[in-house]
Nanobody
Framework: QGQLVESGGGSVQPGGSLRLSCAAN????????MGWFRQGPGKGREGVAF???????EYVDSVKGRFTISADNAKNTLYLQMNSLKPEDTGMYYC????????????????????RGQGTQVTVSS
């Protein structure tokens, strides 16, 4: 049974950086959509960034220019580089993956992905 395991969360001051990692164990897709979701305190879960096997990238407006999603297919690992972090970026960050051939914009809910991680906490505070 495959699983996704996130790591790299932590506490940083505003303006700081973090790099999240998501290791895919027990499965791999040649055609895929993978992404990061987050859920802040008292908020619903939202999609933050997505990538497919064609390296088509998508970001929610609030993180454009600050976050970068990437995938290392050889390592079966997904990354999210987060720079210029703001207090409103605080939340639990989850990775997700599913087989797919095309744009990820067909999937906008966490539940629409076959594999979903347990999350890693990111706290941005002074």
């Amino acid at each position: 049974q495959g699983q996704l395991v996130e790591s790299g969360g932590g506490s940083v001051q505003p303006g700081g950086s973090l790099r999240l990692s998501c290791a895919a164990n027990g499965f791999s897709y040649s055609s895929y959509c993978m992404g990061w979701f987050r859920q802040g305190p008292g908020k619903g879960r939202e999609g933050v960034a997505f990538i497919n096997n064609y390296d088509t990238l998508e970001y929610v407006d609030s993180v454009k220019g600050r976050f970068t999603i990437s995938a290392d297919n050889a390592k079966n690992t997904l990354y999210l580089q987060m720079n210029s972090l703001k207090p409103e970026d605080t939340g639990m960050y989850y990775c997700a993956a599913r087989p797919w051939s095309g744009n990820c914009n067909a999937f906008r809910t966490f539940e629409s992905f076959n594999y979903r991680g347990q999350g890693t906490q990111v706290t941005v505070s002074s």
